[in-house]
C-alpha cells in the first residue's frame, strides 16, 4: 500500500533557529513529491520535486528529493514567527496519481 | 489569476440531512479533486476529476458523490450526514490529472459541521 511518513510530527523552535522536515514515501511509479505548508487555512503549494538530487529553493526555504532513499527534507532556515504551521507532505499514489498526504508536521516557532 | 474558490466556506447541518459544496478551479485547470481533512486522519483524497469524468476515488463510502460540468466546476454530495462527516473539506485544482507533472492547488475550503 502506497504510504507517506513525515517526522518529526511536531516541533517547537525559537526564532533564528534552522529546521529540518523529513518526508518518506513508499510508492509505484513514483513521479513526483509536493510540500505544502497549512496555516490556519488551506494548503499552500511550496515545491514540486522530480528529480533526484536538485534542490529546489525559495526565500529561506529549501528542498531535496533522493530518489534512491525514498525521501526528501525541507529545510527552513533562520525562522520566523510566521513560519509556524503544518507542513505537509504528498505523493501521487502508483499509477491512480491521486495524492497520498503524511500526517504533516506541525512547527511552531517562538520569538 | 483568481485562485480556487469553495463555496459555502461554512455549513452547520444536521445528521440525516445532505449537503453540495462547490468548487470552481483556477482558470485553465481542468483536474478538480476533492480532499477530507479532520484532525485526526490528517488529509485524505475523495475523488479526481477531470474533462467531467471521475478519474480516482478514495475509500470513502457511496454517501460521498460527485461530479464535474464542462466547465471544471466540481461539486461534491454528502447524503444521509453522519456526525463524523465533520471535517473541512478541501478541493485543489491543476492543469492536467493529478499525479502527473502539474502541482495541485487548494481552494479556501468548506467547514462543514454536523450536529
Known amino acids: 500500500e502506497d504510504k507517506v511518513v513525515q517526522s518529526p510530527l511536531s516541533l517547537v523552535v525559537h526564532e533564528g533557529d534552522t529546521v529540518t522536515l523529513n518526508c518518506s514515501y513508499e510508492?509505484?511509479?513514483?513521479?513526483?513529491l509536493l510540500w505544502y505548508k497549512q496555516e490556519k487555512k488551506a494548503p499552500t503549494f511550496l515545491f514540486m520535486l522530480t528529480s533526484s538530487g536538485i534542490e529546489k529553493k525559495s526565500g529561506r526555504l529549501s528542498s531535496i528529493l533522493d530518489k534512491k532513499e525514498l525521501f526528501s527534507i525541507l529545510n527552513i532556515t533562520a525562522t520566523q514567527t510566521g513560519d509556524s504551521a503544518i507542513y505537509l507532505c504528498?505523493?501521487?499514489?502508483?499509477?491512480?496519481?491521486?495524492?497520498?498526504f503524511g500526517q504533516g508536521t506541525t512547527l511552531q516557532v517562538k520569538p | 489569476k483568481a485562485g480556487v474558490t469553495q463555496t459555502p466556506r461554512y455549513l452547520i447541518k444536521t445528521r440525516g440531512q445532505q449537503v453540495t459544496l462547490s468548487c470552481s478551479p483556477i482558470?485553465?485547470?481542468?483536474?478538480v479533486s476533492w480532499y477530507q481533512q479532520t484532525p485526526g486522519q490528517g488529509l485524505q483524497f475523495l475523488f479526481e476529476?477531470?474533462?467531467?469524468?471521475?478519474?480516482n476515488k478514495g475509500n470513502f463510502p457511496g454517501r460521498f458523490s460527485g461530479r464535474q460540468f464542462s466547465n471544471s466546476r466540481s461539486e461534491m454530495n454528502v447524503s444521509t450526514l453522519e456526525l463524523g462527516d465533520s471535517a473541512l473539506y478541501l478541493c485543489a485544482s491543476s492543469l492536467s490529472p493529478a499525479g502527473t507533472a502539474y502541482e495541485q492547488y487548494f481552494g479556501p475550503g468548506t467547514r462543514l459541521t454536523v450536529t
Open positions: 504528498a505523493v501521487p499514489s502508483g499509477n491512480t496519481g491521486k495524492l497520498i
Open positions: 476529476y477531470f474533462s467531467e469524468t471521475q478519474r
Open positions: 510508492v509505484t511509479n513514483f513521479r513526483s
Open positions: 482558470s485553465g485547470h481542468r483536474s
